[in-house]
Structures are given as C-alpha cells and as structure tokens.
C-alpha cells in the first residue's frame, strides 16, 4: 500500500520501504465481527438498501497507528538501539545469556519521543463508520453478508470481516415463507 511505504520512509528511513512488505506478511488476521440487521420481509422478497452505522476501533488517522508523533523519534533507552535485549539465565547450574526481543521498542530499535496527542499513544480511536447494505432481491432470513477487511482494526494485525445476518421481522399476515412463496400460516 503506497500510504504505508510512505509511513515506512517518515519513521524508520529508507529501509523501513523494504521491511514494510514483510511486515504486512507476518501480521495475523483480526478476528471477524458480526452484526444482525432486521429486515421486513419486502426487503429480502424485493431487494432494498440499507446505510448502517456502528462505531469500531481504526488507527489513528494522525499518527498511523504508530502511536507517537511522526518524525519525533528517539533511540530505545532499554534495549539502545539494538532491538534486543540480552538476558541472564541460570541453567543447571549454568550461566546463559540470551537475546529477547525488546519490550520497551518491540525489536524496531527506536521509540518515539513525543506521544500522539490524538490517540494518546493508543494507536487506536473509536469512529463511527456507515456502510451500505445491499439487500438482494430474493435473500433469506439469516442469510449472510460479508464486508471484507471492515472489523475492528488494530495496529498488530490485518482486519478481519464484518459478517452481516438479515433477520426478518415477523409479518402481520404473512407467517411463513418456503423459498419465492408466502403463506398466510
């Protein structure tokens, strides 16, 4: 995505533009959200559309969901600079070290001096969000409609689908439908 390799380059250089792909790669999937609309039965026998609204967590839109100020970085006191951390451990009355990803930096080497005052450091905001529903002509109750990529979003992971369930509200004549036929009990 052009919008993250230009992110890649403001905050970790020209390699950040190479790493970014791998980045993308490793990230897991978010788990999928879900929503039941209802619907009247004209809507699923004629076809209708819908504006839905929800709110849902995005990345900041003012940091990226990097959680500090673009620009404003400064080395990892922890780990200083090396993205790792050595640790002492005793085994069988043997002394080892071993290297650990920093916590503090979270392996980047790098920490931002200044939190972004908009998310707080958070990476994340609560936004309300409105999409339109298509309601095909002939749909059926708890049929589903899938949104790709419009779950909730996290900086650590690659959004998951938004699942839609069209429940029928009851009618006040017609009580059951069996496929394109409506009857009256």
Not at 25 to 31: L, Q
């Amino acid at each position: 995505m052009i919008m993250e390799a230009h992110i890649g380059v403001g905050i970790y250089g020209e390699e950040g533009l190479s790493q970014e792909e791998n980045i993308q790669n490793e990230k897991e999937r978010g788990p999928n959200a879900r929503i039941d609309v209802s619907v009247d039965l004209s809507d699923l026998y004629n076809g209708a559309t819908r504006t839905i609204e929800f709110e849902k967590n995005v990345l900041c839109s003012k940091c990226h969901g990097t959680g500090g100020k673009l620009g404003k970085t400064k080395k990892c006191p922890v780990c200083k600079g090396r993205g790792a951390t050595l640790q002492n451990i005793n085994m069988f009355g043997m002394q080892m070290q071993m290297e650990q990803e920093c916590e503090k930096c979270r392996g980047k080497g790098i920490i931002f001096s200044e939190i972004c005052p908009h998310c707080k450091g958070r990476k994340i905001v609560r936004e309300n969000k409105k999409l339109t529903l298509e309601i095909e002509k002939d749909m059926e109750n708890d049929q589903k409609i899938v949104f790709k990529g419009e779950s909730e979003q996290s900086p650590d992971t690659i959004p998951g689908d938004l699942i839609i369930t069209l429940k029928q509200k009851k009618h006040s004549f017609f009580k059951q439908r069996k496929r394109n036929d409506l009857y009256e009990s």
